[in-house]
């Protein structure tokens, strides 16, 4: 066991007036299990970047271990993958990999094929396996479930459950209950780490977000009762004053001097006052750090003359010689939310194509009702780029009703600033989220829309699909959005 110590890290980009970290202090220890979450753009990967040295920083980084970055950057996929291994592990022992392998359900022949060849979870799998053989390593795994279907995930967690230090960078909930036993947190201020999974943060999370709500009610009713105490004493005070001038009664003279010590008085009472308010919202500034924002979305879908949107009958699908899938069959109604689901391969995404009316080949029979619109969400954000008051323009939605709901996504006014290109992989999903929450159709179709967003935007997402139930058709491999969000599953095998 040792520990990795942070003290007083600063960090900002080149050319950034904003700190991303400011006098961060922790310590980590090696043999920990680490889940590490935050909110997009929030520095998860800027961190793991500073751990491996790649940018100058203040403060200090100590650690008696090498660290290693998942995923290992490919340069010639072409390559066999075994030659790949190499190139990761130089002096690995054979029987080791194979161990490592066959605990991920990895077959020995992948070794001898071009690693470009490998499915994403093959790949995924056996760049874990070799980060795993380095010794005296920590390593550094950034979003391993991406792209990866549930069967794969739950292999790969049991996989990682069986492990131990490593940091590891996701937003699926299930995941990371799995396979972690302390979370380190990026909140709106700092950085905190918490024993537990990441239900176990989650509870003490909202435990300590209530009480901070709760606190801040009673001191904003306390500046409110002596804001008006406040006021009282120094209307009083002013009323005295004016005595002065006046008479106490009917031809008597006025006592100026105990009517001025009385007007100094209150005048200093309501000083007094003024004072305990300020300090009310001095220590209410401190509360509310890191209650984070997670206002309701909105979906407004267009209403259908047909009941039945779309209609699919022993549909199968080829490519070339290669048949996708065979015989499928269901319908597509107003208000049902329909996960496809399958292991990757299995046609999910070509169906979809279909259904959107890309040139697809199959046979079977596929019906859509006619002037049916429809809102698609892809996987692929590698297309997006330039400000987004031109993508909202070129897109033919409104600017003010896609920015508000990209603030209510956490998106700083900053951002809007920003080419898309820079941002975060979250942040291009929710630019695709929120445009598709802006257009006017009958049916959303999101092809894995949840890759890299961060989780309580997942959960804003579940609320407003909960909330208004549109019809939706989705693939999502996070299992935990599925169970609560589907009204009907169909499996592909």
Avoid at 285 to 293: D, Q
Avoid at 346 to 367: A, H, P
Avoid at 396 to 412: M, N, T, V
Wanted: neutral net charge; charged residues 25%; contains cysteine.
């Amino acid at each position: 066991m040792s520990l990795i110590k942070v003290t007083n890290l600063t960090f900002a980009y080149d050319g950034s007036y904003d700190n991303i970290f400011e006098n961060v202090n922790f310590q980590i220890d090696t043999d920990w299990k680490l889940g590490f979450t935050g909110r997009n753009g929030r520095g998860k990967t800027t961190f793991l970047n500073l751990l491996l040295n790649k940018y100058e920083y203040s403060g200090t980084i100590s650690a008696n271990v090498s660290f290693d970055y998942f995923p290992f950057h490919v340069d010639n996929k072409g390559e066999n993958t075994i030659d790949i291994i190499d190139l990761i592990v130089p002096d690995y022992v054979h029987w080791e990999l194979m161990r490592e392998l066959s605990l991920l359900k990895v077959s020995e022949d992948v070794l001898y094929r071009p690693f470009d060849s490998l499915s994403n979870g093959e790949q995924t799998k056996v760049l874990l396996a070799a980060l795993f053989l380095k010794e005296n390593s920590f390593l550094l795994i950034d979003e391993p479930t991406n792209h990866l279907d549930m069967d794969a995930r739950k292999l790969v967690s049991d996989y990682l459950n069986a492990k131990s230090g490593f940091i590891l960078v996701s937003h699926d909930r299930a995941f990371l209950d799995h396979c972690v036993d302390h979370i380190l947190s990026i909140n709106k201020t700092n950085l905190e780490i918490s024993k537990g999974n990441f239900s176990d943060w989650w509870e003490n999370k909202k435990r300590q977000d209530n009480f901070e709500l709760a606190e801040n009610e009673k001191l904003r009713k306390d500046i409110k009762r002596l804001s008006e105490a406040a006021k009282r004493t120094n209307d009083w005070s002013h009323e005295v004053e004016k005595t002065k001038n006046g008479t106490r009664n009917s031809g008597s003279k006025v006592d100026k001097g105990y009517i001025g010590h009385k007007a100094a008085k209150m005048m200093k009472r309501s000083k007094s006052i003024e004072q305990r308010q300020q300090s009310a919202i001095d220590d209410r500034s401190n509360l509310l750090k890191n209650i984070e924002s997670s206002e309701s979305l909105k979906i407004a879908q267009l209403a259908y003359h047909k009941n039945q949107l779309a209609e699919l009958e022993k549909v199968s699908i080829y490519y070339g010689e290669k048949t996708v899938c065979t015989d499928i069959s269901f319908t597509i109604e107003q208000g049902e939310r329909i996960a496809l689901s399958g292991k990757n391969g299995s046609g999910k995404s070509s169906l979809i194509k279909l259904i959107c009316g890309e040139n697809v080949s199959y046979t079977g029979t596929f019906r859509k009702g006619s002037q049916l619109k429809i809102s698609y969400v892809s996987q692929d954000t590698s297309n997006l780029k330039g400000n987004l008051t031109d993508y909202a323009r070129n897109n033919g939605i409104d600017e003010s009703l896609f920015k508000a709901i990209l603030r209510k996504l956490d998106f700083s006014r900053l951002q809007f600033e920003k080419d898309i290109s820079s941002f975060s992989g979250g942040q291009k999903k929710k630019v695709l989220i929120a445009k598709s929450l802006c257009e006017n159709v009958h049916l959303h179709i999101w092809d894995e829309p949840l890759n890299f967003i961060d989780i309580i935007s997942r959960m804003q997402i579940e609320e407003l699909l909960l909330e208004h139930s549109p019809t939706i058709l989705f693939v999502e491999h996070d299992s935990e959005f599925c169970n609560n969000i589907a009204t009907k599953v169909i499996q592909l095998s």
